[in-house]
Nanobody
């Protein structure tokens, strides 16, 4: 079965950093692009970043590209999101997503709260 399990969220002060991880199983991880999304309270889920299967290419929402970095370790079946200079508006549940063929798989999400 396909599983995506996010971890690394928590409470952090403005200006702080967090590194999220998404551990993947159930498919050949290295063949597929991965993405991070987030959903803030009362708002639509939005795309944060994507990374291609071999990690050669990445894309970010313009407003986040200077602070967030997506990466992957195909040997560990894990995709990461490094988040720096966090702001209160970054508070959201962050989700890992895999696009396997035409099917999207989602993790359960990990809460990130940025507050003083």
């Amino acid at each position: 079965q396909v599983q995506l399990v996010e971890s690394g969220g928590g409470l952090v002060q403005p200006g702080g950093s967090l590194r999220l991880s998404c551990a993947v199983s159930g498919f050949t991880f290295s063949r597929y692009a991965m993405s991070w999304y987030r959903q803030a309270p009362g708002k639509e889920r939005e795309l944060v970043a994507t990374i291609t299967s071999a990690g050669r290419n990445t894309n970010y929402v313009d407003s986040l590209k200077d602070r967030f970095t997506i990466s992957r370790d195909n040997a560990k079946n894990t995709v990461y999101l490094q988040m720096n200079s966090l702001k209160p508006e970054d508070t959201a549940v962050y989700y890992c997503k895999a696009l396997v063929g035409v099917r999207a798989y989602w993790g359960q999400g990990t809460q990130v709260t940025v507050s003083s």
